[in-house]
């Protein structure tokens, strides 16, 4: 999709040599805190702002050429920006206009985002929520290939981020290649399959979200019916050459969550009964940050030489 | 550029929009235009102010139906110069340009296609605003005992078709002005600011106290010079040449900003 894609303000380096693939036909992630160079990169797939150097390819297209491939494009960019004297419906047919889309999409997509009610409406009478959804409707208007969402859940409530996850999730069902961004990252982790990982304009990480947390540290957790037990499991533990340590009343183990069995047996058989056995997964949370922080460190390393 | 042309209209209008602009556009020549047939009187007169009334003579001239419109062409203009710029600049303020570029990339046709709009709109403000303007001034003029008959004239008709095209060209070229700056600058409230003080009081110094001979160069000078078909400071030639000039560069320069800008 992109290659060595670089955009400089002045001093800025906002986009840093960027590669990314996004594979057709999934939910994609695009994660990074807030300036990290990810609504930079969307305006650059979007032919909004032009690269400094590199090159990518939307749907087979070149950036260079936008109008090649933003008839099957939809985007929504940072917030939903409208025209808060006509309708939400108006809006909308602005944007069908303009790009000479089917008049008939403006009633299917309200639908889809469950805005036909108020469509009449003027957009200044909406909530931030509503708002939102009407920017999905407006990414949605062309029956896109690729939905590229900046940040689709600002300003969302609880019951607003589930809509918009099953909105997202109802895409992809459809075989719509969708690229989510958000600095929200358990969101990130609920709803995509794909991820792309910028941090200070460089990509630090992109793969299957699957792959990333099995290749994070799993462990195990245990606890013992008496306290005093504990101190046994660390050795078995250690004789078993794994690492561990007590941590209050519980010990934790680094290891693999088949091993979980395997202490559990040991641990019968030593005479110790095991009041809680539990396996601990790595967040993405975790994951970004292990990558960030030691992408952090090999920056100081750089700066440093 | 059709798209970007009707998708335009639907922004038009809107119902504050439309108050603003036919308000604006029909306020200045209807309040002209009785203020003219109202203070004329049957021989020349000093006003209280400056200069003379203006008499029942020159009124009844064929081209005294359109006499008031035809002074305050220049407002028109300065109406169309806000309407453009405010136009172009709230695409970019109000965060609605990235929106419309996604569906239509092809820049170019964008601004050409939305700019085509904004003529055909202040066409029709013209329009209206001269045919408020005639009515009135066919309603008032009997009362102050004007004679209307040479208004209907042949010339007198030529007359205001020629009222309106010099008006409507200095209020499509005013609102050219307009939208580079808007586009430019990128704020509606700063765009319409330099526009206006720039017009009115910086080239009245400049003529006034630096550059005599300015009124045959200077943009607001030859736009007033346009809308009135030729005044004391410009023929009407020189004034359409200068401005085909101004107005071709400042096309170039916006369509080529615009075009290579980001977003």
């Known amino acids: ?305 | 550029m059709w798209g970007a042309f009707s998708s335009e209209w639907i922004k038009l209008q809107r119902r504050s929009l439309l108050l603003w602009g036919f308000g604006a556009g029909l306020l200045f020549p209807v309040l002209a235009t009785i203020f003219t047939i109202e203070r004329a009187t049957r021989t020349p007169q000093l006003f209280s102010g400056h200069g003379i009334h203006i008499t029942y003579a020159v009124l009844e001239q064929p081209n005294g139906l359109v006499h008031g419109v035809v002074d305050v062409s220049s407002l028109i203009g300065i109406v169309s110069l806000c309407l453009f710029a405010a136009a172009f600049a709230t695409e970019y303020s109000q965060g609605t340009l990235r929106n419309l570029l996604v569906r239509e990339p092809r820049r170019i046709q964008f601004l050409i296609g939305k700019f085509l709009a904004l003529v055909l709109f202040i066409l029709i403000v013209v329009i209206v605003a001269v045919g408020v303007s005639v009515a009135l001034a066919f309603i008032l003029a009997p009362g102050k005992g004007i004679s209307t008959s040479a208004w209907s004239s042949s010339t007198g008709i030529t007359d205001m078709f020629q009222a309106v095209f010099h008006a409507f060209l200095a209020a499509v070229i005013y609102g050219l002005f307009g939208a580079a700056l808007g586009v430019l600058l990128r704020s509606p409230g700063l765009s319409i600011g330099i526009a206006i003080a720039w017009v009115i009081p910086i080239e009245a110094i400049i003529v006034g106290a630096i550059w005599s001979s300015g009124s045959n160069w200077l943009p607001g000078r030859l736009l007033a010079a346009l809308a009135h078909g030729g005044n004391g400071d410009s023929t009407y030639y020189h004034a359409l040449l200068m401005l085909a000039i101004y107005a071709g560069a400042t096309a170039v320069a916006i369509l080529a900003l615009f075009r290579r800008r980001d977003a």
């Open chain 1, 1 to 305: 999709m992109a290659s060595a894609l670089s955009k400089r303000y002045k001093e800025v380096l906002a986009v840093d040599g960027v590669d990314i693939d996004l594979p057709a036909g999934v939910v994609g992630g695009f994660v990074g805190p807030n300036g990290a160079g990810k609504t930079t990169t969307i305006q650059l797939l979007l032919g909004l702002v032009r690269p400094t150097s590199g090159v990518a390819k939307v749907l087979g297209e070149s950036i260079a050429h936008p109008e090649r491939y933003l008839r099957r494009v939809g985007a929504l960019i940072e917030s939903p920006s409208f025209y808060p004297a006509l309708s939400g419906r108006r809006n909308l047919e602005v944007l069908t206009r303009l790009g000479r889309l089917d008049k008939s999409r403006i009633d299917t997509v309200l639908a889809q985002v469950e805005l036909s009610a108020r469509a009449n409406d003027r957009v200044k009478t909406y909530s931030l929520g509503m708002k939102q959804r009407l920017g999905v409707a407006a990414a949605l208007l062309p029956d896109p290939e690729l939905v590229i969402l900046d940040e689709p859940t600002n300003g969302l409530d609880p019951a607003g981020i589930r809509e918009m996850r099953s909105v997202m999730r109802g895409l992809a069902d459809r075989g719509i290649t969708v690229l989510v961004s958000s600095h929200l990252l358990r969101e990130i982790e609920a709803i995509c399959d794909h991820l792309m990982m910028i941090d200070h304009g460089r990509v630090v990480f992109q793969g299957p979200i699957s792959g990333l947390l099995e290749a994070q540290h799993t462990g195990i957790v245990a606890r013992a019916e008496h306290a005093a037990d504990l101190a046994k499991l660390l050795a078995l533990c250690a004789a078993a050459g794994k690492q561990a340590r007590i941590d209050g009343d519980v010990l934790r183990v680094s290891a693999q969550e088949g091993w979980a069995a395997e202490l559990n047996r040991q641990a019968f058989a030593a005479g110790i009964t095991l009041s809680g056995l539990e396996v601990t997964r790595a967040s993405l949370e975790d994951a970004f940050f292990a990558i960030t922080d030691q992408d952090d460190t090999e920056r100081a390393a750089e700066a440093l030489a």
